[in-house]
Protein backbone atom coordinates (compact mmCIF):
# COMPACT_ATOMS: atom_id res chain seq x y z
CA UNK A 1 0.00 0.00 0.00
CA UNK A 2 1.70 3.29 -0.90
CA UNK A 3 1.59 5.71 1.87
CA UNK A 4 2.59 9.26 2.57
CA UNK A 5 2.34 11.81 5.64
CA UNK A 6 0.41 14.05 3.37
CA UNK A 7 -1.31 13.99 -0.12
CA UNK A 8 -1.54 17.39 -1.82
CA UNK A 9 -3.76 16.72 -5.12
CA UNK A 10 -2.52 20.22 -7.35
CA UNK A 11 0.70 21.40 -8.08
CA UNK A 12 -0.38 24.96 -8.17
CA UNK A 13 0.54 27.96 -6.29
CA UNK A 14 -1.44 26.26 -3.36
CA UNK A 15 -0.29 23.35 -3.20
CA UNK A 16 3.50 23.85 -4.27
CA UNK A 17 3.59 26.18 -1.23
CA UNK A 18 2.32 23.53 1.06
CA UNK A 19 4.56 20.59 -0.09
CA UNK A 20 7.51 23.12 0.18
CA UNK A 21 6.77 23.93 3.97
CA UNK A 22 6.02 20.56 4.89
CA UNK A 23 8.78 18.53 2.67
CA UNK A 24 11.49 21.20 4.14
CA UNK A 25 10.25 20.11 7.91
CA UNK A 26 10.96 16.69 6.78
CA UNK A 27 7.34 15.46 6.56
CA UNK A 28 6.65 12.03 3.71
CA UNK A 29 4.83 14.35 1.01
CA UNK A 30 3.40 13.37 -2.76
CA UNK A 31 2.29 16.04 -4.74
CA UNK A 32 -0.23 15.10 -7.59
CA UNK A 33 -0.79 16.59 -11.01
CA UNK A 34 -3.13 15.82 -13.51
CA UNK A 35 -0.73 17.80 -15.76
CA UNK A 36 3.20 17.03 -17.38
CA UNK A 37 5.34 18.25 -15.40
CA UNK A 38 6.60 20.67 -17.92
CA UNK A 39 3.25 21.87 -18.28
CA UNK A 40 2.71 22.80 -14.28
CA UNK A 41 2.32 26.53 -14.17
CA UNK A 42 0.73 26.76 -17.43
CA UNK A 43 -2.58 28.65 -16.25
CA UNK A 44 -4.67 31.33 -17.71
CA UNK A 45 -4.54 33.87 -15.54
CA UNK A 46 -3.79 38.02 -15.67
CA UNK A 47 -0.45 37.58 -14.32
CA UNK A 48 -0.28 40.36 -12.09
CA UNK A 49 0.74 40.28 -8.66
CA UNK A 50 1.46 42.35 -5.49
CA UNK A 51 4.58 43.02 -4.19
CA UNK A 52 3.09 42.57 -0.82
CA UNK A 53 2.68 38.62 -1.37
CA UNK A 54 6.23 38.13 -1.73
CA UNK A 55 7.11 40.30 1.41
CA UNK A 56 4.30 38.59 3.57
CA UNK A 57 5.86 35.51 2.33
CA UNK A 58 9.45 35.43 2.34
CA UNK A 59 9.83 34.95 -1.09
CA UNK A 60 12.51 36.30 -3.68
CA UNK A 61 10.30 38.78 -5.78
CA UNK A 62 10.45 37.39 -9.56
CA UNK A 63 13.29 38.19 -12.20
CA UNK A 64 14.71 37.45 -15.53
CA UNK A 65 11.98 35.26 -17.41
CA UNK A 66 9.77 35.34 -14.99
CA UNK A 67 9.59 38.81 -15.04
CA UNK A 68 7.63 40.32 -17.64
CA UNK A 69 6.71 43.56 -15.91
CA UNK A 70 6.75 46.31 -12.99
CA UNK A 71 3.44 47.58 -11.57
CA UNK A 72 3.07 51.27 -10.22
CA UNK A 73 -0.71 51.24 -10.10
CA UNK A 74 -4.58 50.19 -11.18
CA UNK A 75 -6.64 52.92 -13.33
CA UNK A 76 -10.20 51.82 -12.98
CA UNK A 77 -12.64 53.31 -15.79
CA UNK A 78 -16.32 54.17 -15.09
CA UNK A 79 -18.60 52.36 -18.00
CA UNK A 80 -18.64 56.09 -19.76
CA UNK A 81 -15.11 56.44 -19.27
CA UNK A 82 -15.27 59.77 -18.29
CA UNK A 83 -13.92 58.40 -14.61
CA UNK A 84 -11.05 56.89 -14.13
CA UNK A 85 -9.49 56.07 -11.18
CA UNK A 86 -6.14 55.99 -10.75
CA UNK A 87 -5.00 54.13 -7.62
CA UNK A 88 -1.35 53.09 -6.35
CA UNK A 89 0.47 52.72 -2.96
CA UNK A 90 2.20 49.89 -1.48
CA UNK A 91 -1.08 47.04 -2.24
CA UNK A 92 -0.86 47.73 -5.67
CA UNK A 93 2.91 48.11 -6.68
CA UNK A 94 3.49 44.90 -8.06
CA UNK A 95 5.10 42.34 -10.99
CA UNK A 96 3.41 40.96 -13.89
CA UNK A 97 4.90 37.89 -14.25
CA UNK A 98 5.44 34.97 -16.74
CA UNK A 99 3.16 32.66 -14.99
CA UNK A 100 4.71 29.26 -16.45
CA UNK A 101 8.12 30.32 -14.80
CA UNK A 102 6.42 31.47 -11.94
CA UNK A 103 4.78 28.46 -11.52
CA UNK A 104 7.91 26.11 -12.34
CA UNK A 105 9.67 27.84 -9.73
CA UNK A 106 7.45 26.97 -7.10
CA UNK A 107 7.32 23.12 -8.19
CA UNK A 108 11.53 24.01 -8.16
CA UNK A 109 11.04 24.53 -4.51
CA UNK A 110 8.17 21.65 -3.37
CA UNK A 111 10.51 19.52 -5.32
CA UNK A 112 13.93 20.31 -4.19
CA UNK A 113 12.52 20.53 -0.31
CA UNK A 114 11.82 16.62 -1.16
CA UNK A 115 8.37 16.39 -2.05
CA UNK A 116 7.55 13.70 -4.54
CA UNK A 117 6.19 15.20 -7.54
CA UNK A 118 3.36 12.33 -9.25
CA UNK A 119 2.66 14.11 -12.67
CA UNK A 120 -0.29 13.03 -15.36
CA UNK A 121 -2.01 11.24 -12.03
CA UNK A 122 -5.55 12.40 -12.28
CA UNK A 123 -7.61 12.30 -9.11
CA UNK A 124 -10.88 11.17 -8.98
CA UNK A 125 -12.36 11.61 -5.57
CA UNK A 126 -11.46 11.13 -1.61
CA UNK A 127 -10.96 7.66 -0.07
CA UNK A 128 -13.21 8.16 3.24
CA UNK A 129 -13.47 6.09 6.07
CA UNK A 130 -14.74 6.08 9.42
CA UNK A 131 -15.63 9.64 8.98
CA UNK A 132 -11.94 10.43 7.97
CA UNK A 133 -10.61 11.24 4.77
CA UNK A 134 -7.62 8.93 4.29
CA UNK A 135 -6.23 9.22 0.58
CA UNK A 136 -7.46 9.70 -2.98
CA UNK A 137 -8.45 7.31 -5.49
CA UNK A 138 -6.95 8.41 -9.09
CA UNK A 139 -5.90 6.81 -12.70
CA UNK A 140 -2.35 6.77 -13.97
CA UNK A 141 -2.98 8.97 -17.05
CA UNK A 142 -0.46 7.34 -18.78
CA UNK A 143 -1.26 4.20 -18.00
CA UNK A 144 -4.66 4.12 -17.62
CA UNK A 145 -4.31 2.47 -14.53
CA UNK A 146 -6.58 2.44 -11.54
CA UNK A 147 -4.46 3.72 -8.47
CA UNK A 148 -5.35 4.47 -4.18
CA UNK A 149 -2.64 6.96 -2.54
CA UNK A 150 -3.28 6.60 1.38
CA UNK A 151 -2.12 9.68 3.69
CA UNK A 152 -2.66 10.91 6.88
CA UNK A 153 -4.28 14.04 5.49
CA UNK A 154 -4.87 14.56 2.19
CA UNK A 155 -4.85 18.29 0.49
CA UNK A 156 -7.51 19.61 -1.79
CA UNK A 157 -5.02 22.23 -4.06
CA UNK A 158 -6.64 21.24 -7.17
CA UNK A 159 -7.82 24.88 -7.83
CA UNK A 160 -11.20 25.95 -9.12
CA UNK A 161 -11.96 22.01 -10.03
CA UNK A 162 -11.72 21.19 -6.51
CA UNK A 163 -11.89 17.86 -7.07
CA UNK A 164 -11.77 16.24 -3.40
CA UNK A 165 -13.80 19.34 -1.60
CA UNK A 166 -17.01 18.37 -4.27
CA UNK A 167 -16.51 14.84 -3.42
CA UNK A 168 -16.69 14.70 0.33
CA UNK A 169 -19.42 13.33 2.21
CA UNK A 170 -21.61 15.56 4.49
CA UNK A 171 -20.35 14.21 7.94
CA UNK A 172 -16.76 15.27 7.14
CA UNK A 173 -18.37 18.58 7.25
CA UNK A 174 -17.25 21.42 5.10
CA UNK A 175 -19.18 23.15 1.95
CA UNK A 176 -19.25 21.21 -1.22
CA UNK A 177 -20.82 23.42 -3.64
CA UNK A 178 -20.46 27.44 -4.69
CA UNK A 179 -22.88 28.76 -6.14
CA UNK A 180 -22.86 30.00 -9.80
CA UNK A 181 -23.98 33.37 -8.65
CA UNK A 182 -20.38 33.12 -6.80
CA UNK A 183 -18.57 32.18 -10.02
CA UNK A 184 -17.16 34.37 -12.59
CA UNK A 185 -16.18 32.83 -15.99
CA UNK A 186 -12.93 34.55 -17.79
CA UNK A 187 -11.95 34.49 -21.38
CA UNK A 188 -7.94 35.59 -21.70
CA UNK A 189 -5.42 36.58 -24.23
CA UNK A 190 -2.05 37.95 -24.56
CA UNK A 191 -1.43 39.25 -27.71
CA UNK A 192 1.48 41.19 -29.39
CA UNK A 193 0.98 44.29 -30.31
CA UNK A 194 1.51 46.79 -33.92
CA UNK A 195 1.48 49.83 -31.46
CA UNK A 196 2.98 50.93 -27.78
CA UNK A 197 0.15 51.14 -24.80
CA UNK A 198 0.28 53.90 -23.29
CA UNK A 199 1.49 53.71 -19.89
CA UNK A 200 3.12 50.10 -19.05
CA UNK A 201 3.59 50.72 -15.44
CA UNK A 202 -0.48 50.66 -15.25
CA UNK A 203 -3.03 47.67 -15.37
CA UNK A 204 -6.12 49.01 -16.88
CA UNK A 205 -9.47 47.83 -15.52
CA UNK A 206 -12.81 48.67 -17.03
CA UNK A 207 -16.22 48.21 -15.32
CA UNK A 208 -19.15 48.13 -18.27
CA UNK A 209 -22.02 46.17 -17.17
CA UNK A 210 -22.72 45.71 -21.08
CA UNK A 211 -19.73 44.30 -21.92
CA UNK A 212 -18.41 41.98 -18.91
CA UNK A 213 -21.97 42.01 -16.91
CA UNK A 214 -20.99 41.32 -13.16
CA UNK A 215 -17.45 41.19 -13.81
CA UNK A 216 -14.80 43.70 -15.76
CA UNK A 217 -12.24 43.64 -18.53
CA UNK A 218 -9.00 44.43 -18.28
CA UNK A 219 -6.13 45.22 -20.28
CA UNK A 220 -2.59 44.59 -18.43
CA UNK A 221 0.52 45.78 -20.10
CA UNK A 222 3.48 43.22 -20.32
CA UNK A 223 6.26 45.68 -21.60
CA UNK A 224 6.07 48.17 -23.88
CA UNK A 225 3.79 46.14 -26.88
CA UNK A 226 2.81 42.97 -24.96
CA UNK A 227 -0.37 42.52 -23.15
CA UNK A 228 -2.62 40.28 -21.48
CA UNK A 229 -5.97 41.19 -21.45
CA UNK A 230 -9.42 39.62 -20.89
CA UNK A 231 -13.23 39.91 -19.53
CA UNK A 232 -14.82 38.23 -17.06
CA UNK A 233 -18.47 37.75 -16.79
CA UNK A 234 -20.47 36.21 -13.47
CA UNK A 235 -22.29 33.49 -13.81
CA UNK A 236 -25.27 34.35 -11.92
CA UNK A 237 -26.68 36.14 -15.33
CA UNK A 238 -28.19 33.58 -17.86
CA UNK A 239 -25.57 32.14 -20.34
CA UNK A 240 -22.76 34.87 -20.71
CA UNK A 241 -20.13 34.27 -23.66
CA UNK A 242 -17.36 36.28 -22.06
CA UNK A 243 -14.76 35.45 -25.40
CA UNK A 244 -17.75 36.96 -27.53
CA UNK A 245 -17.90 40.07 -25.21
CA UNK A 246 -14.12 39.65 -25.22
CA UNK A 247 -13.85 40.17 -29.41
CA UNK A 248 -16.98 42.40 -29.62
CA UNK A 249 -15.63 45.24 -26.68
CA UNK A 250 -12.08 44.73 -26.12
CA UNK A 251 -10.53 43.58 -29.00
CA UNK A 252 -12.15 45.53 -31.28
CA UNK A 253 -9.93 48.79 -29.83
CA UNK A 254 -7.54 50.74 -31.86
CA UNK A 255 -4.95 49.53 -29.82
CA UNK A 256 -5.47 45.85 -30.89
CA UNK A 257 -5.53 46.47 -34.29
CA UNK A 258 -3.69 44.16 -36.32
CA UNK A 259 -2.41 42.60 -33.28
CA UNK A 260 -1.11 39.14 -32.79
CA UNK A 261 -2.68 36.26 -30.45
CA UNK A 262 0.39 34.42 -28.80
CA UNK A 263 -2.05 32.29 -25.84
CA UNK A 264 -5.84 32.76 -25.54
CA UNK A 265 -8.19 30.30 -23.16
CA UNK A 266 -10.85 30.38 -20.27
CA UNK A 267 -11.19 29.86 -16.81
CA UNK A 268 -13.35 30.14 -13.82
CA UNK A 269 -12.73 32.17 -10.94
CA UNK A 270 -14.66 31.43 -7.37
CA UNK A 271 -15.62 35.05 -6.31
CA UNK A 272 -16.89 34.94 -2.50
CA UNK A 273 -16.00 35.16 0.70
CA UNK A 274 -13.27 31.84 1.68
CA UNK A 275 -15.33 28.85 3.06
CA UNK A 276 -16.87 29.07 6.08
CA UNK A 277 -14.24 26.53 7.31
CA UNK A 278 -11.13 24.64 5.11
CA UNK A 279 -10.55 21.47 7.25
CA UNK A 280 -12.36 18.16 8.19
CA UNK A 281 -11.02 15.25 9.56
CA UNK A 282 -7.77 14.14 7.32
CA UNK A 283 -8.32 16.70 4.95
CA UNK A 284 -7.93 20.34 4.21
CA UNK A 285 -9.10 22.74 1.24
CA UNK A 286 -6.96 25.29 0.60
CA UNK A 287 -6.79 27.74 -2.94
CA UNK A 288 -9.10 28.47 -5.67
CA UNK A 289 -10.75 25.04 -3.89
CA UNK A 290 -11.51 26.84 -0.82
CA UNK A 291 -12.32 30.12 -2.38
CA UNK A 292 -9.74 32.12 -1.21
CA UNK A 293 -9.90 34.66 -4.08
CA UNK A 294 -9.77 38.14 -3.78
CA UNK A 295 -13.50 38.44 -4.83
CA UNK A 296 -12.85 42.27 -6.12
CA UNK A 297 -10.36 42.07 -8.36
CA UNK A 298 -10.22 38.07 -8.80
CA UNK A 299 -6.48 38.12 -7.51
CA UNK A 300 -5.51 34.54 -6.05
CA UNK A 301 -1.85 33.95 -6.47
CA UNK A 302 -1.14 35.45 -3.63
CA UNK A 303 -3.67 34.66 -1.07
CA UNK A 304 -3.44 30.41 -2.56
CA UNK A 305 0.26 30.80 -1.78
CA UNK A 306 -0.69 32.09 2.03
CA UNK A 307 -3.07 29.37 2.71
CA UNK A 308 -0.52 26.80 1.36
CA UNK A 309 1.87 28.08 4.07
CA UNK A 310 -0.50 28.54 6.70
CA UNK A 311 -2.25 24.92 6.07
CA UNK A 312 1.67 23.68 5.70
CA UNK A 313 2.31 24.60 9.26
CA UNK A 314 -0.82 23.58 10.98
CA UNK A 315 -0.20 20.47 9.31
CA UNK A 316 2.88 19.83 10.39
CA UNK A 317 2.38 20.31 14.11
CA UNK A 318 -0.97 18.08 13.64
CA UNK A 319 1.04 15.02 12.20
CA UNK A 320 3.90 15.89 15.07
CA UNK A 321 0.86 15.47 17.49
CA UNK A 322 -0.58 12.39 16.18
CA UNK A 323 -4.15 14.05 15.52
CA UNK A 324 -5.34 15.01 11.97
CA UNK A 325 -8.93 15.49 13.29
CA UNK A 326 -10.91 19.07 12.14
CA UNK A 327 -10.30 20.30 15.88
CA UNK A 328 -6.13 19.95 15.56
CA UNK A 329 -6.29 21.38 12.03
CA UNK A 330 -8.87 24.40 12.77
CA UNK A 331 -6.05 26.88 13.43
CA UNK A 332 -5.81 26.56 9.75
CA UNK A 333 -9.11 28.52 9.69
CA UNK A 334 -8.84 30.54 12.82
CA UNK A 335 -5.25 31.54 11.20
CA UNK A 336 -6.68 32.20 7.31
CA UNK A 337 -9.60 33.74 8.41
CA UNK A 338 -7.75 36.46 10.89
CA UNK A 339 -4.83 37.27 8.08
CA UNK A 340 -6.77 37.54 5.35
CA UNK A 341 -10.34 35.94 5.71
CA UNK A 342 -12.34 38.62 7.23
CA UNK A 343 -11.00 41.60 4.77
CA UNK A 344 -12.00 39.34 1.64
CA UNK A 345 -15.71 38.55 3.64
CA UNK A 346 -15.78 42.50 3.23
CA UNK A 347 -14.77 42.48 -0.11
CA UNK A 348 -17.35 39.92 -1.00
CA UNK A 349 -20.41 42.59 0.21
CA UNK A 350 -18.49 45.09 -1.17
CA UNK A 351 -18.25 42.48 -5.03
CA UNK A 352 -21.92 41.94 -4.20
CA UNK A 353 -22.98 45.30 -4.12
CA UNK A 354 -21.07 45.73 -7.43
CA UNK A 355 -22.63 43.26 -9.26
CA UNK A 356 -26.28 44.80 -8.56
CA UNK A 357 -25.54 48.36 -9.70
CA UNK A 358 -26.55 49.34 -12.83
CA UNK A 359 -23.70 51.43 -15.40
CA UNK A 360 -25.25 54.67 -14.74
CA UNK A 361 -24.90 54.12 -11.25
CA UNK A 362 -21.35 52.99 -11.59
CA UNK A 363 -21.04 56.36 -14.03
CA UNK A 364 -22.74 58.51 -11.31
CA UNK A 365 -21.02 56.98 -8.59
CA UNK A 366 -16.93 57.72 -9.94
CA UNK A 367 -18.01 61.18 -11.20
CA UNK A 368 -19.05 62.42 -7.89
CA UNK A 369 -16.54 60.87 -6.00
CA UNK A 370 -18.76 59.02 -3.97
CA UNK A 371 -15.89 56.05 -2.66
CA UNK A 372 -12.65 58.18 -2.95
CA UNK A 373 -9.32 56.86 -4.96
CA UNK A 374 -7.69 56.52 -1.64
CA UNK A 375 -10.53 54.59 -0.29
CA UNK A 376 -10.61 51.84 -3.40
CA UNK A 377 -6.90 51.03 -2.58
CA UNK A 378 -7.66 50.94 1.28
CA UNK A 379 -10.74 48.41 0.44
CA UNK A 380 -8.31 47.07 -2.09
CA UNK A 381 -6.07 45.89 1.08
CA UNK A 382 -9.16 44.93 2.82
CA UNK A 383 -9.20 48.23 5.35
CA UNK A 384 -12.48 49.53 6.19
CA UNK A 385 -14.58 51.62 3.19
CA UNK A 386 -15.14 55.56 4.23
CA UNK A 387 -17.87 57.00 2.45
CA UNK A 388 -17.51 60.31 0.87
CA UNK A 389 -21.25 61.99 1.13
CA UNK A 390 -21.75 64.71 2.38
CA UNK A 391 -24.55 67.47 2.38
CA UNK A 392 -23.96 68.67 -1.28
CA UNK A 393 -23.76 65.49 -2.60
CA UNK A 394 -27.02 64.05 -1.01
CA UNK A 395 -28.71 67.24 -2.17
CA UNK A 396 -27.41 66.95 -5.96
CA UNK A 397 -28.18 63.06 -5.34
CA UNK A 398 -31.70 64.33 -4.13
CA UNK A 399 -32.05 66.71 -6.86
CA UNK A 400 -31.38 63.52 -9.08
CA UNK A 401 -34.01 61.34 -8.10
CA UNK A 402 -31.22 58.99 -6.56
CA UNK A 403 -31.34 59.09 -3.31
CA UNK A 404 -32.02 55.08 -3.15
CA UNK A 405 -28.63 54.91 -4.57
CA UNK A 406 -26.60 56.67 -1.64
CA UNK A 407 -28.92 54.41 0.90
CA UNK A 408 -27.64 51.28 -0.88
CA UNK A 409 -24.24 52.65 -0.56
CA UNK A 410 -24.67 52.95 2.99
CA UNK A 411 -26.55 49.58 3.56
CA UNK A 412 -23.16 48.15 2.02
CA UNK A 413 -20.65 49.90 4.30
CA UNK A 414 -22.64 48.92 7.38
CA UNK A 415 -22.85 45.25 6.69
CA UNK A 416 -19.05 45.38 5.77
CA UNK A 417 -19.05 46.18 9.19
CA UNK A 418 -21.13 43.75 10.91
CA UNK A 419 -19.34 41.07 8.57
CA UNK A 420 -15.88 42.14 10.33
CA UNK A 421 -17.52 42.07 13.72
CA UNK A 422 -18.96 38.52 12.83
CA UNK A 423 -14.93 37.62 11.74
CA UNK A 424 -13.61 38.92 14.77
CA UNK A 425 -15.98 36.52 16.30
CA UNK A 426 -14.70 33.42 14.38
CA UNK A 427 -14.69 30.21 16.34
CA UNK A 428 -11.50 29.14 17.88
CA UNK A 429 -12.69 25.97 18.75
CA UNK A 430 -15.11 23.82 15.94
CA UNK A 431 -18.01 24.10 18.86
CA UNK A 432 -19.40 27.32 18.34
CA UNK A 433 -18.56 26.88 14.56
CA UNK A 434 -22.31 25.52 13.60
CA UNK A 435 -23.78 29.11 14.98
CA UNK A 436 -21.20 30.95 13.40
CA UNK A 437 -21.76 29.51 10.14
CA UNK A 438 -25.75 30.28 10.75
CA UNK A 439 -24.95 33.54 11.34
CA UNK A 440 -22.31 34.70 8.44
CA UNK A 441 -24.68 32.41 5.96
CA UNK A 442 -27.91 34.77 6.61
CA UNK A 443 -25.63 37.88 6.33
CA UNK A 444 -24.55 37.28 2.68
CA UNK A 445 -28.34 35.72 1.81
CA UNK A 446 -29.17 39.06 3.19
CA UNK A 447 -26.62 41.32 1.15
CA UNK A 448 -27.85 39.77 -1.87
CA UNK A 449 -31.57 40.02 -1.71
CA UNK A 450 -30.54 43.49 -1.01
CA UNK A 451 -28.52 44.18 -3.43
CA UNK A 452 -29.19 42.30 -6.09
CA UNK A 453 -33.16 43.68 -6.61
C1 LIG B 1 -8.69 34.42 -16.29
C2 LIG B 1 -8.08 34.48 -14.93
C3 LIG B 1 -7.31 35.58 -14.58
C4 LIG B 1 -6.69 35.63 -13.33
N1 LIG B 1 -5.87 36.67 -13.05
C5 LIG B 1 -5.18 36.70 -11.88
C6 LIG B 1 -4.22 37.72 -11.64
O1 LIG B 1 -3.93 38.58 -12.48
N2 LIG B 1 -3.58 37.70 -10.44
C7 LIG B 1 -3.83 36.75 -9.49
O2 LIG B 1 -3.24 36.81 -8.41
N3 LIG B 1 -4.73 35.78 -9.72
C8 LIG B 1 -5.40 35.71 -10.90
N4 LIG B 1 -6.29 34.68 -11.13
C9 LIG B 1 -6.54 33.68 -10.09
C10 LIG B 1 -5.35 32.74 -9.89
O3 LIG B 1 -4.91 32.26 -11.12
C11 LIG B 1 -5.76 31.59 -8.97
O4 LIG B 1 -6.41 32.12 -7.84
C12 LIG B 1 -4.57 30.77 -8.49
O5 LIG B 1 -3.85 30.26 -9.55
C13 LIG B 1 -5.08 29.65 -7.60
O6 LIG B 1 -4.10 28.71 -7.38
P1 LIG B 1 -4.45 27.20 -6.98
O7 LIG B 1 -3.15 26.59 -6.63
O8 LIG B 1 -5.57 27.18 -6.01
O9 LIG B 1 -5.05 26.55 -8.31
P2 LIG B 1 -4.37 26.31 -9.73
O10 LIG B 1 -3.23 27.25 -9.95
O11 LIG B 1 -5.48 26.31 -10.69
O12 LIG B 1 -3.73 24.86 -9.62
C14 LIG B 1 -4.51 23.70 -9.52
C15 LIG B 1 -3.69 22.52 -10.01
O13 LIG B 1 -4.45 21.33 -9.76
C16 LIG B 1 -4.35 20.48 -10.85
N5 LIG B 1 -5.56 19.62 -10.86
C17 LIG B 1 -6.84 20.04 -11.02
N6 LIG B 1 -7.67 18.98 -10.96
C18 LIG B 1 -6.90 17.89 -10.77
C19 LIG B 1 -7.18 16.49 -10.66
N7 LIG B 1 -8.44 16.03 -10.74
N8 LIG B 1 -6.16 15.62 -10.48
C20 LIG B 1 -4.88 16.08 -10.42
N9 LIG B 1 -4.56 17.39 -10.55
C21 LIG B 1 -5.55 18.28 -10.70
C22 LIG B 1 -4.26 21.40 -12.05
O14 LIG B 1 -3.65 20.76 -13.17
C23 LIG B 1 -3.44 22.56 -11.50
O15 LIG B 1 -2.05 22.40 -11.76
C24 LIG B 1 -6.90 34.58 -12.38
C25 LIG B 1 -7.68 33.49 -12.73
C26 LIG B 1 -8.25 33.42 -13.99
C27 LIG B 1 -9.07 32.22 -14.35
Not at 85 to 109: E, H, M, V
Request: hydrophobic share 40%; proline share 4%; net charge positive.
Amino acid sequence: MEKYDVVIVGAGTAGCMAAKVLASKGFNICLIDRKNSRSIGDKVCGDAIGKHHFDNLGLPYPSGEEKEGDIKGVKVYSPDKNSVFNISGYGLTGFIINRYAFGQRLLRYAVNAGAVLKDEVHVSGPIVKDEYVKGVLAVDVKTGKKIEIFSNVVVDASGASAVLRRNLPPEIGVETSIGKDDIVVCYREIRQLKRSVEDPGFCEIYLDQDAAPGGYYWIFPKGATKVNAGLGVSLRLSNPNPKNNFYMHVLSQDLFKSSEMIDGGSGLVPTRRPLDSFVGNGIVIIGDAGCQVNPIHGGGIGPSMMGGKISGEVIAEALEKGDVSSRALWPINVRFMKSYGAKQAGLDIFRIFLQGLTNEELNYGMRYQLITEEDVLKASLGEEIHLNIGEATRRIFSGLGRLGFLKSLYMMAKTIREVRRLYDEYPSTPDAFPEWREKITEVFKRAKRLFWR
